[in-house]
């Protein structure tokens, strides 16, 4: 009874595995396809409530039109802001990406852009770090110790 229960599971297993679909990855030729000046856009060191306004540029490279469906980022301090309309074959484009300064400390955000490109979902990113305002009572101090 052993031996019939294990050529059973043998049978299953490889029969399950035989049955996977291969699949390979192929591209269209006549695709919209991205071209990016950067994937990431440092900040740098910016002051807190700073200006959070970076855009990143892009070109169609593709023989299609290129059409943004939406874009996703990984937290609600990042407000990224898509083309309206198709960019077309040899056209430039920007996505807009605002990130919320008011807090304090390093940051390192992902975007998502969804569209019919070759690449099908393009992962873009920001980081910086935000400063903390000094205080004024180290201000006084600091200019007070100076002397």
Do not use: W
């Not at 970076?54 to 059409?67: A, E, I, T």
């Not at 990984?74 to 074959?89: A, D, L």
């Not at 070759?118 to 002397?147: D, F, T």
């Amino acid at each position: 009874m052993k031996k019939i229960a294990l050529l059973l599971f043998i049978g299953l297993v490889s029969l399950s595995i035989n049955a996977q679909e291969k699949t390979t990855a192929t591209t269209d030729s006549n695709a919209a396809v991205f071209e990016f000046e950067t994937d990431v856009i440092d900040y740098g060191t910016i002051q807190q409530n700073a200006d959070g306004l970076r855009v990143f540029k892009f070109k169609n490279v593709g023989k299609s039109p290129l059409v943004i469906e939406r874009i996703q980022s990984t937290c609600g301090c990042t407000v990224p802001k898509k083309p309206e309309g198709p960019i077309m074959p040899g056209a430039t484009g920007e996505i807009e990406v605002k990130y919320n300064t008011h807090t304090p400390g390093g940051f390192s955000k992902a975007i998502t852009v969804y569209s019919n490109a070759s690449e099908p979902a393009k992962m873009l990113r920001i980081k910086g770090i935000v400063l903390k305002p000094e205080s004024e009572v180290v201000k006084q101090k600091s200019s007070v110790s100076s002397k």
